[in-house]
């Protein structure tokens, strides 16, 4: 099918195109459009109806949205933003010129720009900035039939009617109520005493990683919000948390690489921009690599006389920066899953301790044969390098598990304290380890 559309654009077949298009999901017309020329999204997106503009509209990358809102007129891209939910209206807001936003909003209902404004308030990142204003709400005290009412006379705006809030005079959250629960019940029978009371909430301030949590904690579909004083003030749904998940998973991933995180996609990237967002932590690892030829250099002298063993110096390096990264990794994401909490932290240690030490003697003992058939050392300096090598990977397992919980513990990111730190820290740690086993053994 999607072959079949790209082929009607190639041939300007646009009547032909309008029939099958329609036909199909906003998703894939969207993935369609993202493909094209940007001249050719522009007229293909005309052809849409109004109904399913506004939907494939929203499935759009906010350059490509940019691009359509900057041809159409201020009263077409208004009715573009009226149809759109309202926290995909404001996500674009967001990401437009403050003159463009000013002409786009004088033009949009004034419930529209109610929504929009409400949600500019909140800090970014918080529940309150990604929730979206338009839910069903219905208050405790009516009967079924009077909610069945409420529901066919507002459900055809809503972002969901799977589940209905039950609210008090106040508007604040008693409860939720299923509209399957709604429809099977007894008409005549109060909503309160048919809800689910105690629902789960978040408040409006609640970060988006830890909503992100709790969607998966106790499987749920949508959330309500509320502000400090319990009143319902939006709901967040299960497609804005996995665009959520997809932001989190990438921005820890770019950390771990030592990059800092982007938002836009990779080719939309310049060069400049990738350059800015990889540089400063390039600079700081090498600076921070001074470390270790500082390290080398205190220990020359001995090296001079036994310069067989700087041939075994990336091997130590390397091994010990991968066993310290495994570690890390494997604790990142046990915190971020919130399988691990800092009062784990002995047991990570006592697990870890024994991983390396299980790690360090099958590496030593592989490392020892083939250092006396390979490399032909003797058996001392072969003793040397795998006695170190065990060490090193101990303390490395060691410390690329314990970081990241301390750096959580003080509310750092624990992503930052993957490969490229620990390997930093490992790669000093395992010279001084080598060296001093060194010393120690031959005595000098």
Sequence with gaps: MIDNVKELIEQNKYQELKKVIAELNEADIAE???????????????????????????????????????????????????????????????????????????????????????????????????????????????????????????????????????????????GTISLTEIVLASPNKLIKNIMEDKPICVSTLTDQEEVASMFQKYDMTVMPVVDSEERLVGIITVDDIMDIMEEETTEDIEKMAAIVPTEKPYLQLGLFDICKSRLPWLLFLMISATFTSRIIASYEASLASYAVLTLFIPMIMDTGGNAGGQSS????????????????????????????????LVLAICNFGKLLLVDRVSVTVALIVCLALLITVVFAKIIGSILPILASKVHLDPAVMANPIITTIVDALSLIIYFQVASHILGI
Excluded at 33 to 45: A, C, H, P
Excluded at 149 to 156: E, H, L, Q
């Design 329 to 360: 990794v494997t604790i990142i994401r046990s915190l971020s899953l919130k399988e691990v909490e800092f009062k784990d932290s002995l047991k990570v240690l006592g697990k870890e301790l024994l991983v390396g030490l299980i790690c360090g």
């Design 32 to 174: 369609i459009l993202e493909e094209v020329d940007d001249d050719i999204l522009i007229k293909v997106f005309r052809l849409l109806p109004k109904n399913i503009a506004a939907e494939t509209f929203a499935e759009l990358e906010i350059p490509n949205q940019q691009l359509i809102i900057n041809s159409l007129t201020t009263k077409e891209a208004a009715a573009i933003i009226d149809e759109m939910a309202a926290d995909d209206a404001t996500d674009l807001i967001e990401e437009m010129p403050s003159n463009v936003v000013k002409k786009i909003l004088s033009q949009t209902t004034v419930e529209t720009r109610k929504d929009i404004n409400h949600l500019l308030h909140y800090p970014l990142a918080s529940a309150g900035s990604i929730m979206t204003v338009e839910f069903l709400d219905i208050k405790e005290n009516v009967t079924v039939s009077k909610a069945l009412s409420t529901i066919r006379r507002k459900g055809a705006n809503m972002e969901t009617l799977d589940t209905c809030f039950v609210l008090d005079k106040g508007r604040r959250l008693k």
